[in-house]
């Protein structure tokens, strides 16, 4: 087992409405600044804001299709005439990227299959939900493999932990199917998971390996110029979708300590730099083998970087 990490969430939950596609409406965090600020502009997020109405069942259905449940009481008693969904789905590394966070938990190397936010406010306040409703999240999913559990992300000191291994959590994640109609008229059946939460935050779905790993420390070597403030690094799983995010010690170094490995498995590394209006980009491989890794980051253009990151 690997000591918990903190996970950065390096954004907190504020969000600038970006635009309208079919009366739903998508946002991003705070744009940030560095790296981060041009990430954030050139990826879009997969999340709704929605203003619904109270006292009404809601169904809406998410950009990755999942579907999402809302039963009319599922806030306590409240005057206000409605109330708006705030919602974030991340499934690829690029989503990752964009939101800045990672995987790392004391439960070993998870598989990420799904991780999301929700939240429902009331004048822009976060409200406590229902504790006798759900709202329900129906999770497309084919495979059905290993030791899967939901995870749920808290705040401490400012940083989001992910704890898995919640007996109560877990026994609202189930697998099921659910017809709908596509656009012809033919009734699909869809298979996944079912998770039903009672609480705004975040969530994750995962698989807990049950695969023996190695684990070993990676170091990072940088030119001087490039430090905290301008620059994000990740090391991403080839075995498992499962994402470490490293960050510069005081004295510029960074080393990952206990990143688990498989056998023959590696890491992607990918280094994003923003230095005086320039983009630098940097991808390579990472293994067991490799102890101090010299990484040497290449000027590339918005676009390129848009490409790079969403093939991750």
Not at 210 to 225: I, T
Not at 305 to 310: A, D, N, V
């Amino acid at each position: 087992m690997i000591s918990m990490r903190k996970l950065i969430l390096g954004f907190g939950l504020i969000f600038i409405l970006a635009s309208c596609v079919d009366n739903q409406e998508f946002f991003i965090p705070n744009m940030g600044s560095g790296p981060e600020a041009y990430i954030k502009d050139i990826l879009r997020s997969q999340s709704i804001q929605r203003t619904l109405n109270t006292g009404q069942n809601h169904e809406l259905v998410s950009d990755l299709d999942t579907k999402i449940l809302l039963p009319g009481n599922i806030l306590n008693p409240q005057e206000a005439e409605e109330y708006t969904l705030l919602f974030i789905e991340l499934k690829e590394y690029s989503d990752y990227i964009l939101h800045g966070i990672d995987h790392e938990a004391k439960d070993g190397a998870v598989h990420a299959i799904y991780s999301f936010y929700i939240a429902l406010e009331e004048d822009d306040k976060v409200q406590n939900l229902n504790s006798k409703e759900f709202i329900e999240l129906r999770i497309p999913h084919e495979q059905f493999m290993g030791d899967i559990q939901l995870g749920k992300g808290d705040y401490e000191s400012g940083n989001l932990i992910w704890y898995f291994n919640n007996s109560q959590l877990n026994n609202n994640v189930s697998s099921t199917q659910w017809e709908y109609e596509d656009e012809n008229g033919n009734t699909i059946v869809e298979h996944g998971f079912s998770v039903r939460v009672s609480e705004s935050g975040w969530y994750s779905l995962v698989n807990i390996s049950s695969n023996n790993f190695d684990y070993n420390s990676v170091c990072l070597q940088f030119d001087p110029l490039y430090n905290a403030s301008n620059t994000v690094v990740y090391l991403l799983s080839d075995f498992n979708t499962f994402a470490s995010r490293l960050d510069f010690d005081a004295d510029g170094s960074m080393c990952s300590e206990y990143l688990p490995f498989e056998q023959s498995g590696a890491y992607k590394l990918v280094s994003i730099s923003e230095i005086d209006g320039q983009l630098y980009f940097y991808k390579g491989l990472v293994d067991t083998n490799s102890g101090v890794v010299s990484v040497n980051p290449q000027r590339i253009s918005s676009s390129d970087l848009k490409e790079e990151i969403s093939a991750l």
